[in-house]
């Protein structure tokens, strides 16, 4: 069965093989899903920001309110094996240099209002992140540039589906050169720590296990998407994850053919790295001309006057059908 099936074809923007962008309310979109049927949400909510987005961002008293909503809804929709991923970034209170702690009561609800388990906190490091915001930082320089989001892994059990070995990282020099002659560089023995590490620490296993802050940039200006946009002379998602983001989670926590859901999309980066990697995915966006846009993350191939009129359909209420290459 086709992945759109699970809620239908009225609301499809495009299609392809693995997957399918839908154009709706997530909230209702969420509440059409099958009970136990997602093997991974993997998504980045609106944050609650003072300045007013384009693609529309709630306020900081009402946050967790209206996101816990959709969390709940996703619960339901999760195996019992599944995972659900939520990048949410930090934000200043209204006039002041003190900091909302929308991300933390949001997890606090999420623990003890919806029964999740946080499986482990993730930090995403965004190393191209501009100052701000620019009052505090800038301006009167008081406080330092803020460039981390806390991304919390939940699940409705304590052992979710998972393998850390799927995302191992490139071993340091200094490593590679104990790899090379373990007995030159390192003793086995019992550490001032009272960790004991054994001979199986110069084991060589293709890569490092990842720690828990993932340093992306979010950099990606000439990315095919971005580059696409321009070219049309169109105005692109303001906020995207960097692929690389979803990728890591993707690896770390589903199997090819697993289901994965974005309920914020956007510009559809889940998706697009779902269908590379051979996941089934869905995706849901309420702006059918960011639903539109995105995809051309699925027509990078294809000729610009072929990426327009394919656009210009999906704006038009047409649904594609799309083989990215």
Known sequence: MPTYELLGSER??????????????????????PAESVDLFVTSPPFPLLRKKAYGNEEQEKYVDWLIQFVKLAKDALKPSGS??????????????????????????????LDLRLAEEFYWHNTSKLPSPIEWVNKRKIRAKDSVNTVWWLSKDDFPKANVGNVRVPYSESMKRLLKNPAKYYQPKLRASEHDIGTAFGKDNGGAIPSNLLSIPNSQSNDSYLRTVRELGLKGHPARFPLKLPQFFIEMLTDPGDLVVDFF?????????????GRRWLSFEKDRQYCALSAIRFLDEHPLDFVKKEIAKIEAGDKLFLTPS
């Open 12 to 33: 499809l923007c495009y299609a392809t093989e693995l997957g399918a962008q839908v154009c709706g309310d997530s909230l209702e979109l969420l509440a059409q899903l």
């Open 84 to 113: 659900l991923v939520i990048d949410i970034g930090g934000a200043y209170q209204q006039g002041r240099p003190i900091r909302s702690l929308h991300q933390f009561r949001a997890l606090i609800a999420f623990v003890d209002d």
């Open 265 to 277: 999309s956007g510009s559809n980066s889940t998706g697009r790295v779902a269908e590379t990697l």
